[in-house]
Protein backbone atom coordinates (compact mmCIF):
# COMPACT_ATOMS: atom_id res chain seq x y z
CA UNK A 1 0.00 0.00 0.00
CA UNK A 2 1.30 3.53 -0.57
CA UNK A 3 1.29 6.78 1.22
CA UNK A 4 -1.84 8.06 -0.87
CA UNK A 5 -4.06 5.38 0.48
CA UNK A 6 -2.70 5.28 3.84
CA UNK A 7 -3.39 8.81 4.02
CA UNK A 8 -6.80 8.89 2.33
CA UNK A 9 -7.54 6.19 4.90
CA UNK A 10 -6.55 8.32 7.92
CA UNK A 11 -8.44 11.61 6.51
CA UNK A 12 -11.64 8.95 6.34
CA UNK A 13 -10.80 8.19 9.92
CA UNK A 14 -10.83 11.79 11.22
CA UNK A 15 -13.96 12.59 9.03
CA UNK A 16 -16.03 9.76 10.67
CA UNK A 17 -14.65 10.54 14.27
CA UNK A 18 -15.70 14.11 13.57
CA UNK A 19 -19.31 13.34 12.41
CA UNK A 20 -22.60 12.08 12.97
CA UNK A 21 -22.52 10.02 9.55
CA UNK A 22 -25.49 7.73 9.24
CA UNK A 23 -24.14 6.72 5.40
CA UNK A 24 -21.48 6.37 3.60
CA UNK A 25 -20.45 5.59 0.03
CA UNK A 26 -16.91 5.81 -1.37
CA UNK A 27 -16.42 5.76 -5.47
CA UNK A 28 -13.51 4.14 -7.24
CA UNK A 29 -12.21 2.19 -4.50
CA UNK A 30 -10.11 -0.07 -6.48
CA UNK A 31 -10.09 -2.38 -4.12
CA UNK A 32 -10.82 -5.98 -5.21
CA UNK A 33 -12.33 -7.32 -1.93
CA UNK A 34 -13.23 -5.43 1.16
CA UNK A 35 -13.25 -7.30 4.76
CA UNK A 36 -14.40 -6.44 7.84
CA UNK A 37 -11.58 -5.72 9.43
CA UNK A 38 -10.60 -3.05 6.62
CA UNK A 39 -13.74 -1.67 7.31
CA UNK A 40 -13.78 -1.47 10.83
CA UNK A 41 -10.09 0.11 10.21
CA UNK A 42 -12.05 3.54 8.22
CA UNK A 43 -14.95 3.26 10.77
CA UNK A 44 -13.92 2.37 14.30
CA UNK A 45 -17.97 1.53 15.02
CA UNK A 46 -19.61 -1.71 16.23
CA UNK A 47 -22.65 -0.80 14.11
CA UNK A 48 -21.49 -0.31 11.09
CA UNK A 49 -22.60 -2.36 8.13
CA UNK A 50 -21.28 -2.28 4.38
CA UNK A 51 -21.76 -3.88 0.96
CA UNK A 52 -19.68 -3.19 -1.55
CA UNK A 53 -19.14 -3.80 -5.65
CA UNK A 54 -15.50 -4.91 -6.32
CA UNK A 55 -13.30 -2.77 -8.09
CA UNK A 56 -12.04 -4.54 -11.79
CA UNK A 57 -7.84 -4.63 -12.47
CA UNK A 58 -8.13 -1.73 -9.87
CA UNK A 59 -10.97 0.44 -11.28
CA UNK A 60 -13.99 1.41 -10.06
CA UNK A 61 -15.32 -0.30 -7.02
CA UNK A 62 -18.02 0.90 -5.03
CA UNK A 63 -18.47 0.63 -1.12
CA UNK A 64 -21.25 1.45 0.92
CA UNK A 65 -21.20 1.80 4.50
CA UNK A 66 -23.98 2.73 7.36
CA UNK A 67 -24.49 2.72 10.65
CA UNK A 68 -27.40 0.09 11.37
CA UNK A 69 -28.67 1.51 14.95
CA UNK A 70 -29.21 4.98 12.40
CA UNK A 71 -29.97 3.34 9.00
CA UNK A 72 -31.67 -0.39 8.98
CA UNK A 73 -31.02 -2.16 6.09
CA UNK A 74 -33.65 -4.14 5.19
CA UNK A 75 -32.38 -5.16 1.57
CA UNK A 76 -29.63 -4.39 -0.64
CA UNK A 77 -29.36 -4.54 -4.60
CA UNK A 78 -25.97 -4.33 -5.97
CA UNK A 79 -24.87 -4.09 -9.36
CA UNK A 80 -21.95 -3.21 -11.20
CA UNK A 81 -22.44 0.69 -11.38
CA UNK A 82 -24.54 1.38 -7.92
CA UNK A 83 -24.90 -0.40 -4.32
CA UNK A 84 -28.68 0.27 -3.50
CA UNK A 85 -29.48 -0.13 0.75
CA UNK A 86 -33.17 -0.04 1.41
CA UNK A 87 -34.15 -0.10 5.07
CA UNK A 88 -35.89 2.32 7.64
CA UNK A 89 -34.19 6.01 8.83
CA UNK A 90 -34.37 5.61 13.06
CA UNK A 91 -34.18 8.82 13.92
CA UNK A 92 -37.04 10.00 11.10
CA UNK A 93 -39.15 6.36 10.90
CA UNK A 94 -39.37 6.38 7.69
CA UNK A 95 -38.47 3.68 4.67
CA UNK A 96 -36.24 5.05 2.31
CA UNK A 97 -33.54 4.53 0.21
CA UNK A 98 -29.48 5.64 -0.03
CA UNK A 99 -28.03 4.78 -3.92
CA UNK A 100 -24.26 5.12 -4.36
CA UNK A 101 -23.52 5.77 -8.14
CA UNK A 102 -20.68 5.25 -9.46
CA UNK A 103 -21.78 4.82 -13.80
CA UNK A 104 -19.86 3.69 -16.39
CA UNK A 105 -17.98 5.96 -18.73
CA UNK A 106 -19.70 4.91 -21.96
CA UNK A 107 -23.21 6.61 -23.46
CA UNK A 108 -24.43 2.82 -23.41
CA UNK A 109 -23.37 1.83 -19.91
CA UNK A 110 -24.91 4.93 -18.29
CA UNK A 111 -28.39 4.57 -20.05
CA UNK A 112 -28.01 0.87 -18.57
CA UNK A 113 -28.12 2.71 -15.21
CA UNK A 114 -30.45 4.87 -15.83
CA UNK A 115 -33.02 1.98 -16.44
CA UNK A 116 -31.67 0.10 -13.85
CA UNK A 117 -32.54 2.83 -10.96
CA UNK A 118 -35.99 3.57 -12.82
CA UNK A 119 -36.67 -0.09 -12.18
CA UNK A 120 -35.54 0.39 -8.37
CA UNK A 121 -37.41 3.37 -7.97
CA UNK A 122 -40.41 1.33 -9.02
CA UNK A 123 -39.95 -1.68 -7.29
CA UNK A 124 -39.41 -0.03 -4.10
CA UNK A 125 -41.32 3.01 -4.18
CA UNK A 126 -40.12 4.76 -1.55
CA UNK A 127 -37.94 8.35 -0.86
CA UNK A 128 -34.44 7.76 -2.83
CA UNK A 129 -31.11 9.47 -2.23
CA UNK A 130 -29.18 9.09 -5.25
CA UNK A 131 -25.26 10.17 -5.06
CA UNK A 132 -22.43 9.51 -6.58
CA UNK A 133 -20.19 9.97 -9.86
CA UNK A 134 -22.17 10.01 -13.03
CA UNK A 135 -20.00 10.51 -15.09
CA UNK A 136 -22.64 12.94 -16.98
CA UNK A 137 -23.22 16.39 -17.02
CA UNK A 138 -26.29 18.29 -18.14
CA UNK A 139 -24.64 21.12 -19.12
CA UNK A 140 -21.79 22.25 -20.65
CA UNK A 141 -20.27 24.58 -18.43
CA UNK A 142 -20.23 21.04 -15.94
CA UNK A 143 -17.52 19.74 -17.50
CA UNK A 144 -13.53 20.79 -17.55
CA UNK A 145 -13.37 20.53 -21.26
CA UNK A 146 -16.23 22.46 -22.38
CA UNK A 147 -17.36 18.88 -23.72
CA UNK A 148 -20.82 17.86 -23.75
CA UNK A 149 -21.92 14.76 -25.10
CA UNK A 150 -25.80 16.13 -27.11
CA UNK A 151 -27.28 11.91 -26.45
CA UNK A 152 -26.17 11.09 -22.75
CA UNK A 153 -27.14 14.87 -21.23
CA UNK A 154 -30.31 13.97 -23.25
CA UNK A 155 -30.35 10.45 -21.61
CA UNK A 156 -29.28 12.40 -18.09
CA UNK A 157 -31.82 14.61 -18.60
CA UNK A 158 -34.74 12.17 -19.43
CA UNK A 159 -33.74 9.88 -16.47
CA UNK A 160 -33.81 12.77 -13.74
CA UNK A 161 -37.24 13.87 -15.34
CA UNK A 162 -38.74 10.39 -15.08
CA UNK A 163 -37.46 9.66 -11.25
CA UNK A 164 -38.49 13.54 -10.22
CA UNK A 165 -35.00 13.76 -9.16
CA UNK A 166 -33.52 17.23 -7.97
CA UNK A 167 -30.47 17.95 -8.66
CA UNK A 168 -28.36 19.79 -5.90
CA UNK A 169 -25.52 22.14 -6.93
CA UNK A 170 -21.81 21.07 -6.24
CA UNK A 171 -20.52 23.39 -3.08
CA UNK A 172 -16.63 23.87 -2.37
CA UNK A 173 -14.36 22.45 -5.11
CA UNK A 174 -16.23 21.95 -8.59
CA UNK A 175 -14.23 18.92 -9.80
CA UNK A 176 -12.91 16.04 -8.48
CA UNK A 177 -10.85 16.50 -5.13
CA UNK A 178 -7.40 15.94 -5.01
CA UNK A 179 -5.36 14.38 -2.59
CA UNK A 180 -4.56 17.85 -1.92
CA UNK A 181 -7.11 18.48 0.55
CA UNK A 182 -6.90 19.03 3.88
CA UNK A 183 -7.76 16.94 7.11
CA UNK A 184 -9.62 20.14 8.98
CA UNK A 185 -12.15 20.74 5.80
Not at 25 to 39: P, Q, S, Y
Not at 70 to 78: H, R, W, Y
Not at 132 to 155: C, K, M, P, V, W
Amino acid sequence: MDWVCLLREYQLEILFGKNDIEVCFLLETKRAMCCDGFIRMLWNNLSVKWSAVNSFNKFGGILAMWDDSKFMVQSIDCGGQCVAPFGLHVEKQFNCAAIGVFAGTTVHERSELWDDLLILQAAFATPMLIVGDFNETLHQYERNSGFLNAIGSADFKCFISSCNLLEYSLSGHQYTRSISWHLNE
